[in-house]
């Protein structure tokens, strides 16, 4: 099987995203645990904190999780990317099973048993410690159980801040549209839930069993094996973070080919350790990343800088557009190297069919079939100056209904399979030859240049100049030919990102 063959070639990676995933769960839930047994305790003996603390559980886990991940972004301490704001976020979707059945276990105790102890002068604390809490352990057991297979689905989607774990493949497998790589993610992680809760149904029912010296002894053990796990979990998360320089980049196919030739090169040239934080959220995500020191250095697009991030006007002079997108960045701490050497524009494409049949060749040429067409566009394209908003005024189109949003890298093969008849893809995607897609001309010149450019934490170049020398090497040594044959690689020939970078660079 495909799958198996990619664990076996990706054996050391596999290893370290799993320990990565599995340090994210056992610590979430523990601290979901020391904090919501207490708030649980204290909602069951007080009845009118019953209610809004449920109830603000509840709250908490309706909010989609990739949502709480953005919303954690800004904020210092708890947030930002990384590990750390994962865990804030699987802590908080933890909370709601825990408090909820706490609450139900004490709250179901035989009032026969409780009146008893308090019969036999038992204090409060004697009560709870020796009488109900023991009582509702197993209901308890049930509620983190829930909250620990929760955290596991919930980690994958913590690869898109750059935590780690098995969602770095699910989120590869996307931007490549690999099934192959997409169940090297999964698999593991359905198979880790299964465990998680497999194990935490054996210990509620062994905690339900008369023999207390059995369950102490068991239950020690079990802990043992648990503290054992974190240890090394947390030994591998560990090593990510020690890393001297982390490099970043978005999600789809070519951001994650030139982050893995960043680190190479920065690797190769300077011996430092590189963490690769790759498939970022996108364009936003990236750039908090690096505006709080959570990477050093990513590629960015000299147009996306100018209009998405710093929301400038629109300019057509790749010079101007440079040397205004350096000092903005340069406002705020960070320093814009020099371009890679080609410019990834937005490109609108349709089927390759479409445009010989109709002799299709200017985006012109496309305006007077859309009402009869359906578009289909990447998140961030329908909200940027420089995107659909300002396209449709600049060339006057109407489609036959609203554009269809979508991912970018799925939108290629939504086109080729007739699912829509335009969409707004990227000139260097390798997936425009391996789908037979008809790039358009930009005819009115709408799209500002959008040259590929490392940018990098002005702080980490003067602790680190000789990262700098190594970015500089990459200055106009990547030409869009050479850039859509990498992405072709690796959308086409399912080629890996980093053996991809790695060729590359040796070749030069």
């Known amino acids: 099987m495909p799958v198996i063959t990619f664990w076996i070639s990706h ?35 007080n009845p009118r904190l019953s209610t809004p603390v449920v109830g603000l559980a509840n709250v908490v886990q309706t909010i989609p999780s990739l949502a709480m991940f953005g919303f954690l972004l800004p904020v210092p301490f708890f947030g930002g990317v990384g590990a750390r704001a994962a865990i804030v976020v699987l802590i908080l979707y933890g909370l709601l099973p825990i408090v909820r059945m706490t609450v139900a276990g004490l709250k179901n105790i035989d009032r026969s048993i409780i009146e008893a102890g308090v019969a036999m002068g038992m204090t409060p604390r004697e009560l709870l410690t020796r009488v109900e809490f023991p009582l509702a352990l197993p209901s308890i057991l049930a509620g983190v159980r829930v909250a620990a297979v929760v955290a596991v689905g919930s980690a994958t989607i913590a690869a898109a801040i750059g935590a780690g774990g098995l969602g770095e493949y699910i989120y590869r497998g996307l931007s490549m549209v690999d099934t192959t ?6 698999i593991p992680a359905a198979l880790l839930a299964l465990l998680v809760d ?20 068991r239950a020690l053990a079990a802990a043992a094996i648990a503290g054992l796990i974190v240890v090394v979990s947390g030994g591998a998360a560990a090593s990510r973070s020690t890393a001297q320089i982390v490099v970043g980049s978005k999600n789809f196919t070519e951001q994650i080919i030139l982050g893995e030739l960043v680190a190479h090169v920065i690797e190769r040239q300077t011996g430092l350790a590189v963490d690769r934080r790759l498939n ?30 710093f929301r400038q006007p629109v300019s057509s ?7 205004s997108v350096r000092e903005l960045y340069a406002r705020s701490g960070r320093t814009l190297l020099p371009p890679l050497g080609f410019n990834n524009t937005f490109a609108i494409l349709v089927r390759g069919r479409d445009a010989r049949e109709r002799q299709l060749r200017t985006i012109d040429d496309a ?78 010149h709408y799209f500002p240049p959008y040259d590929a450019t490392p940018v990098a934490r002005a702080e980490t170049l003067l602790r680190h100049p000789e990262v700098r020398r190594a970015l500089e090497s990459l200055a106009g040594k990547i030409s869009a030919e050479d850039m859509q044959a990498m992405n072709y690689a690796a959308d086409v020939l399912r080629q890996d990102p980093a053996a991809i970078a790695r060729a590359f660079v040796a070749s030069r």
């Open 11 to 45: 054996r050391g990676e596999l290893a370290s995203l799993v320990a990565q995933h599995v340090f994210l769960v056992l610590i979430s839930t523990t601290a979901a645990v020391a904090i919501g047994v207490p708030i649980g305790i204290l909602a069951a003996r």
């Open 181 to 186: 790589v997409i169940l090297a993610g999964a």
């Open 198 to 217: 497999g194990s935490l149904l054996w210990l509620e029912r062994l905690l339900s069993t008369r023999d207390r010296g059995r369950v102490r002894q």
């Open 280 to 309: 970022l959220g996108g364009t936003f995500i990236c750039e908090r990343a690096l505006l709080n020191g959570d990477i050093d250095v990513y590629v960015e697009y000299t147009g996306t800088a100018l209009t998405a991030i």
């Open 317 to 323: 002079d790749a010079s101007s557009v440079f040397n």
């Open 367 to 444: 305006v007077r079939y859309a009402p009869q067409w359906r578009a289909g566009f990447g998140y961030e394209f329908l909200e940027r100056a420089d995107g659909y908003p300002g396209l449709a005024k600049a060339y006057g189109f109407r489609f036959l209904e609203s554009p269809r949003v979508m991912d970018l890298t799925l939108s290629y093969r939504a086109l080729a399979s007739g699912q829509v008849d335009l969409i707004a893809g990227d000139a260097t995607a390798g997936l425009i030859k391996g789908l037979d897609l008809f790039r358009l001309e930009d005819n009115r």
